[in-house]
């Protein structure tokens, strides 16, 4: 039987598939490991089941066992992951893709409603009885005719435009390359960021993380966008140059934002905390008992379908 370090705790479902299905070293008090710890604790292991809490970059995973053969990511995203570094020490990546897209979209929907609909203060106003109904209580913006610009148009930015679309938004998108007529959906293509984001009213960050996604929302791409638009961002925080977003807050370029994830996770920049108009949740995206429970089978379901032919379906490097 295979030997498998699993670094967090799974639902408790997957935790009992995977040990029958391996020799599974849990993690029990679901600690936060150190790089340090996730090499000692995987002496012995023949893989890893990682989440995205996990950096293994390249001196990480260059110092991991020699018996180490898959790193099974719980997650869509592997910017956690050095995949050259892997590749080089012949260790599979694998991920969890498909199976986390309808529930992340619909956190992707949510930040846009909060946003545009000033959620924010509508709940504290509520909470402190601190509201009366007039006619222009808490105006915001409407999401039917507003130009929704969704940069990574792939499994869940296409989702996203579906449930937008049928609100009555008007889709703009920018992938590095074109979808096909199908996949777009009546949607418009830019093939540039800066074209995405001069048409978009509302922006949904949908794109991976990586080395050319870093930093892309910044000072100068921000300033393409319409004065008065909303930002949100499902994907990753390191996509986001803070700094450079509550600035455009604070000069009201930008009107609220929606974000569900951050740089250096837990922690967020302080900077949003100031603004009522930041409709901001703790990494909520995939987190329904459905879609947790169907990744942690999958990244169990990558592991036996490595160990039994040698590839697997969802390897990403
Ligand atoms: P996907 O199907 O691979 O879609 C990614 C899209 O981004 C593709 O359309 C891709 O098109 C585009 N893209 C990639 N690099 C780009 C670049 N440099 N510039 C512009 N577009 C680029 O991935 P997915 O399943 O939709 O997931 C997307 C991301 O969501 C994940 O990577 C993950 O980080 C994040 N996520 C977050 C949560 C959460 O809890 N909030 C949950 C799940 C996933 P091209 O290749 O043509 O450029």
């Not at 989702?159 to 959906?185: Q, T």
């Not at 540039?192 to 080395?211: F, G, I, Q, T, Y």
């Amino acid at each position: 039987m295979k030997k498998i370090l699993i670094t967090r705790r799974l639902l408790k479902e997957c935790e009992e598939k995977a040990s029958k299905a391996f020799d599974a070293n849990f993690n029990s008090n679901d600690e936060l490991y150190t790089q340090k710890k996730v090499i000692e604790m995987s002496q012995g292991c023949d893989g890893i089941l990682s989440s995205l809490t996990e950096k293994l970059d390249a001196e990480t995973i260059n110092k991991l066992p020699e018996s180490i053969k898959i790193i099974s990511n719980f997650a869509v995203g592997f910017g956690n992951i050095d995949l050259d570094a892997a590749k080089k020490r012949g260790i599979v990546v694998t991920n969890t893709p498909d199976v986390l897209t309808d529930a992340t979209a619909e956190i992707g929907i949510l930040l846009i409603l909060g946003a545009c609909r000033r959620v924010p203060e509508g709940i504290q106003g509520a909470k402190d009885c601190n509201w009366k109904w007039s006619a222009d209580y808490l105006i915001g913006k409407q999401l039917t005719g507003a130009r929704l610009g969704i940069l990574g148009m792939g499994r869940i930015g296409q989702k996203i435009a579906i449930v937008a679309k049928s609100l009555g938004m008007i889709i703009h998108y920018h992938n590095r390359s074109k979808l096909s007529a199908d996949k777009e959906n009546g949607a418009t293509y830019h093939d540039s960021l800066k074209s995405l984001m001069s048409v978009s009213d509302v922006l949904s960050v949908c794109c991976p993380a990586s080395n050319e996604t870093i930093n892309l929302i910044n000072k100068e791409n921000i300033e393409y966008l319409p004065k008065g638009a909303v930002v949100t961002n499902v994907a990753r925080g390191d996509i986001v140059d803070d700094d450079a977003l509550i600035d455009a807050l604070e000069r009201r370029k930008v009107y609220a934002v929606g974000l569900d994830v951050y740089k250096g996770e837990p922690n967020l920049n302080p900077g949003y905390l100031k603004f009522k108009q930041a409709f901001i949740l703790p990494h909520l995206g995939s987190a329904t008992k459905e879609t947790r429970t169907a990744m942690g089978n999958l990244a169990i379901d990558n592991i036996e379908e490595f160990f039994k032919t040698g590839n697997c379906k969802n390897r990403v490097n």
